[in-house]
């Protein structure tokens, strides 16, 4: 694990109090707003020692880009995000499991990692 620094402990609050997946420049413009001097590429950097140590989940989102969140969940799980809010839920994932250990069985594959997010508008967004 990684030694902790102001920097660090200040990219981690503004990821502890948000409820949505945000990119590394819209964290870095939130840290700003509240005075702090971190850097874009401290958040970077921050943000890929949090990913690697899996304390924040990341996305890419529908343009590419990575999003980052700080989910409630320690234990494998995946996403349903909102494209408009990008609000998230965290989802049970025992179904997908099951399924993609079934499929790559079933092609004479072993799975040693996936990647499954799904994306839409949530209920709030596709009634406006």
């Known amino acids: 694990m990684k ?3 102001r920097q660090r402990a200040e990219i981690l609050e503004v990821l502890e109090t948000s409820p949505v997946f945000s ?4 964290l870095h413009a939130v840290l700003r707003d509240r005075g702090s001097s971190v850097g874009l590429t401290t958040v970077y950097r921050n943000l890929q020692a949090l990913v690697d ?3 924040v989940d990341v996305v890419l989102g529908t343009r590419g880009e990575s999003m980052f969140r700080k989910c409630a969940r320690d234990t494998h799980h995946h996403h349903l995000v909102c494209t408009r809010c990008r ?3 965290e989802v049970d994932s025992s179904d997908l499991e099951r399924w993609a250990d079934a499929t790559a069985r079933e092609h004479g594959f072993t799975i040693l990692d996936h990647v499954a997010e799904l994306f839409g508008l ?3 967004c596709a009634t406006r």
């Open 23 to 26: 990119t590394a420049q819209e």
């Open 87 to 89: 609000r998230s839920v």
């Open 122 to 124: 949530c209920q709030t």
């Open 3 to 5: 030694r902790s620094t």
């Open 53 to 55: 140590e899996d304390v």
